[in-house]
């Protein structure tokens, strides 16, 4: 059969299964030539971007015959070049300088951090929660502000698995400063030791996040690509820890693609450890199992995930040393106000509003704004069941879980720029659209730009806050626009690129091709007499 490279190209039956039907592919490596998507026929971007590499894939190009180079491997390969160019956006952060004496001192002189945009929180925080001392997380406490009226207790601020990857990573830093001293290994400051170290297993677990997604993908294994070349990543997999997260989602969606909720439910329980999001998948997966009548399968994973993140954290708890540092993280969340790059804060400036509590004394929570954001946030959600139950064809995983973490992000009192990240593996599995991805990934990067000018200050010939605001709204925008796209391809299944090879849901697992079992009721259009 012929097809024509500007078209979509066609399946027979004998490549593909309709919607409900009992053959599924599982696994690309068995995906034939017209199983596979094509981005060079479907996507101006990557015909373009293949005019240096020979062009589009020809009508009888052998497609998947490749000993090595498969699209994963390609994607990977991808995702270490862009990985590198993230370390070097940091790098001027970890430059070093003389500063007499033969005696080395980090170069973050003039407000470097802020001038060369390399700023991560990984380098300060190695001090800061008294790592380079030898310091164990929630054991160790400190005093902000010493001395003064708001003196105030301080330990480890990060969940249970991110405190104890920073711990694990400076013990590391000590080993490698030891075996430096004796001539085995190139020397250099502790921190700058302990960013390469943390650097190391963060791009390891991006890689990880590429390639659970590349797997969910199934036939558009060329999707991934886009997760490995998103300006996202240059800028902000190293800005914090985030990367963990993100692979502890995304093999834990593979996990359930591939009818393994328990492992799933491991996988997403980890991940919550590590960062609370993961957990929030949860959600769309509740109320697909709802829609499908697979809620015992559902309540395996929710177990599963329950009981993972319990016993992480137990220990933690239960040893009474531990309990008040294992807190901080919830405390110091419950006690933040707006943060910059918050919609709440976007509001308070501009309209000259001192916000839902008013003035606040020191220690003070902002009471009132934690239960706008709660509230806000459980209705999005509430409005995500009422899609996902009324749509007349059942969502995708990925299509709820984008509009969950999306609604969280957008009434949340904290955007860190990190958080970006968690968005980017769902989007891709989403909205395959590399033209609306990419526009929303660039205009979500080049927020780091005037965050940075605006931290430097005014005068210091940094940028006003309106204009730091102003990309802030921007990027809520293009995230909502995403928002819209999804619903809208939910309403339209007949538009959404994944469905068009005529499956259903390949992240799905028990759920793909699954008959509903509960649907609320849709108005029926009156006929004209």
């Known amino acids: 059969m012929s097809v024509d490279p500007g078209r979509t190209e066609e399946v027979d039956s004998s490549s593909s299964s309709p919607v409900g039907g009992e053959q599924r592919v599982d696994d690309t490596a068995s995906l034939g030539p017209r199983e596979r998507d094509r981005p060079t026929w479907t996507e101006s971007l990557a015909k373009h971007a293949s005019a240096p590499f020979g062009g589009i894939t020809g009508r009888h190009a052998a497609v998947g015959r490749h000993w090595f180079w498969t699209p994963l491997r390609v994607t990977l390969l991808i995702a270490v070049v862009t990985l590198a160019l993230g370390w070097f956006q940091k790098s001027p952060c970890i430059q070093q300088y003389d500063a007499g004496q033969g005696q080395l001192e980090l170069d973050w002189r003039s407000s470097r951090q802020f001038t060369a945009m390399c700023y991560s929180d990984i380098v300060p925080l190695y001090s800061a929660e008294r790592l380079d001392k030898g310091g164990f997380p929630y054991l160790t406490m400190w005093y902000d502000d010493e001395g003064k009226p708001t003196q105030h207790e301080r330990y480890m601020e990060y969940p249970v698995i991110t405190g104890m990857f920073q711990w694990f990573n400076a013990k590391l830093t000590d080993g490698w400063q030891a075996l430096a001293k004796q001539g085995w290994l190139p020397t250099g400051l502790p921190v700058v030791v302990y960013f390469d170290i943390s650097a190391f297993w963060l791009a390891l677990a991006w890689l990880v996040t590429i390639w659970a997604v590349a797997r969910t993908a199934r036939r558009r294994p060329w999707d991934a690509a886009f997760i490995a070349l998103s300006p996202l990543v240059i800028v902000h997999a190293f800005t914090n820890f985030d990367t963990l997260a993100t692979a502890c989602a995304a093999v834990g969606l593979l996990a359930w693609a591939r009818k393994r909720p328990v492992l799933a439910g491991i996988l997403l329980g980890l991940g919550g450890a590590a960062k609370l999001y993961p957990l929030f998948l949860l959600g769309p997966l509740l109320v697909l199992c709802i829609r499908s009548g697979h809620l015992k399968v559902w309540t395996r994973s929710a177990v599963a995930a329950v009981l993972t993140w319990a016993a992480i954290n137990a220990p933690f708890v239960l040893y009474e040393p531990l309990r008040?540092?294992?807190?901080?993280?919830?405390?110091?969340?419950?006690?933040?106000?707006?943060?910059?790059?918050?919609?709440?804060?976007?509001?308070?400036?501009?309209?000259?509003?001192?916000?839902?509590?008013?003035?606040?004394?020191?220690?003070?929570?902002?009471?009132?704004?934690?239960?706008?954001?709660?509230?806000?946030?459980?209705?999005?959600?509430?409005?995500?069941?009422?899609?996902?139950?009324h749509a007349p064809t059942r969502p995708r995983v990925a299509q709820l879980a984008f509009l969950v973490v999306a609604a969280f992000l957008i009434t949340n009192k904290v955007w860190s720029p990190q958080y970006s990240l968690w968005l980017v593996p769902i989007a891709v599995l989403a909205i395959p659209r590399w033209k609306p991805l990419l526009a929303w990934m660039t205009i979500d990067a080049l927020v780091w730009a005037p965050r940075m000018a605006y931290y430097l200050g005014e005068g210091n010939r940094g940028l006003p806050e309106d204009w730091f605001l102003g990309f802030v709204v921007a990027r809520d925008v293009a995230v909502l626009a995403l928002c819209a796209l999804v619903i809208y391809e939910i309403y339209h299944p007949a538009r959404d690129l994944v469905r068009k090879w005529g499956v259903d849901d390949p992240a799905g697992g028990v759920l793909d091709g699954a008959p509903d079992k509960f649907v609320l009721p849709r108005r029926t259009p009156v006929a004209a007499e």
């Open 324 to 389: 008040k540092g294992w807190g901080e993280f919830f405390r110091r969340n419950s006690d933040r106000g707006a943060d910059p790059d918050s919609l709440y804060n976007v509001i308070m400036h501009w309209a000259d509003w001192p916000g839902f509590d008013g003035p606040l004394a020191f220690g003070e929570s902002p009471s009132v704004l934690n239960f706008v954001t709660a509230a806000l946030f459980i209705v999005a959600c509430l409005g995500v069941a009422f899609i996902a139950w």
